[in-house]
């Protein structure tokens, strides 16, 4: 009987290994250039696919307790459906709501209209009471809006050849971006049908290519999303709320459209003011001044414990990021990506906190800077 050789793999030639390395080079540059071509294809639907992203990310525990409690059907379409229809609401109701409003106003705002053209518009009286620059405002409010034909003046002065381009290109904006919410919609469906699968793959990739430290960036991401979503969305609602009820009682034309109206400002930095100080501007021209100060006050002081105590607990909580990093990706955010900049700013901030408290090995943030 022969003795047995234990033979182990036999050794590539360096032929073979140079045919390799040559092929993984040829693989990497075919996914590179698949990739980017992907990308380019998908430029203009980028951003409402992000937005899809967001929003599936903000509302999965929502939509896992729901399917926990009551299990989908075979073709588990019900659920998703519901929740995109639920989106699709939110999205449609504030334009619903003032196309209700302006319909409600049209017929008092079409009398007002023909007699402004048939006797002009009088000087209002909080002119005179402005503390610096009464007598030119008034002077120029005579000169232009006065007298009788002001409005045929002005429809002449604008009715030029690139005035009606820029009309015709704001009304094609306005249908390429009611296209770029069906589709948010429509990704946002398949999103939430497949998500789980999406999110499963999406974290064995992670690992594949950065290994452990890839899962813990994915999570730390979707972590700061929830963040974000709970301190910008729900204390600017509740922003909304708040100064509704005081727009309500400060006797503040509109006060359910303008409650909603901050509500939507309160969401991004700095954006409330603008709203409780318009609110206030009305007042104003009513003469109620006292009102209008009590508005003000009461926007500072709301929007002061929001900014400053709420917000900061709910996403720096959430993203174990201070709340100067998270202020500055909300900004630079917005800067870059618009709207969605919101969400995308935070999370990125996050992900790179982690990685240099990963690199640095101090997992936890410095009490100084908590």
């Known amino acids: 009987m022969s003795p047995t050789t234990e033979t182990g793999p036999r050794p590539l030639s360096p032929d073979h290994r140079e045919s390799e390395r040559t092929q993984r080079f040829f693989r990497a540059a075919l996914t590179v250039a698949l990739l980017g071509l992907g990308l380019y294809i998908l430029s203009d639907f980028l951003r409402a696919l992000v937005w899809a992203v967001v929003l599936a990310v903000a509302l999965w525990p929502l939509y896992a307790r729901a399917r926990r409690r009551f299990?989908?059907?075979?073709?588990?379409?019900?659920?998703?459906?519901?929740?995109?229809?639920?989106?699709?609401?939110?999205?449609?109701?504030?334009?619903?709501?003032?196309?209700?409003?302006?319909?409600?106003?049209?017929?008092?705002?079409?009398?007002?209209?023909?007699?402004?053209?048939?006797?002009?518009?009088p000087v209002p009286d909080f002119v005179a009471h402005l503390p610096y620059g009464a007598q030119a405002v008034a002077d120029w409010w005579n000169a232009h809006l006065a007298h009788a034909g002001w409005a045929q003046e002005l429809s002449e002065r604008l009715n030029t050849a690139s005035n009606r381009d820029f009309g015709r290109t704001v009304g094609k904006g306005i249908v390429h971006r009611v296209v770029l919410v069906g589709f948010c919609l429509l990704a946002l469906f398949f999103l939430f049908r497949d998500g789980r699968a999406l999110a499963e793959q999406g974290l064995r990739a992670s690992r594949r290519l950065f290994g452990p430290h890839g899962e813990r960036v994915a999570r730390q991401m979707a972590a700061s999303v929830h963040g974000t979503v709970d301190g910008l969305v729900l204390v600017g609602l509740g922003e909304g709320v708040l100064l509704g009820i005081v727009y309500y009682f400060a006797d503040v034309p509109h006060p359910v459209l303008l409650g909603a109206v901050t509500a939507v400002a309160a969401m991004i930095p700095f954006g409330a003011p603008l709203a409780f100080g318009l609110a206030a501007l009305l007042l104003v021209a009513k003469g109620a001044v006292v009102p209008a100060v009590v508005v003000v006050a009461a926007g500072f002081v709301i929007t002061f414990v929001a900014d400053h105590v709420v917000r900061p607990a709910l996403i720096g909580g959430t993203t174990r990021l201070p709340f100067l990093w998270v202020l500055l990706g909300i900004l630079g955010g917005v800067e870059t990506f618009g709207l969605v900049g919101l969400f995308v700013g935070p999370a990125v901030m996050a992900a790179l906190i982690l990685l240099w408290r990963d690199f640095t090995g101090t997992h936890d943030a410095p009490a100084a800077a908590k």
């Open 71 to 121: 299990p989908p059907g075979r073709h588990d379409i019900l659920w998703p459906a519901l929740f995109t229809g639920l989106v699709a609401l939110a999205l449609l109701l504030p334009v619903v709501a003032l196309a209700v409003e302006a319909l409600r106003e049209a017929h008092d705002v079409l009398a007002y209209a023909r007699e402004a053209e048939r006797n002009g518009i």
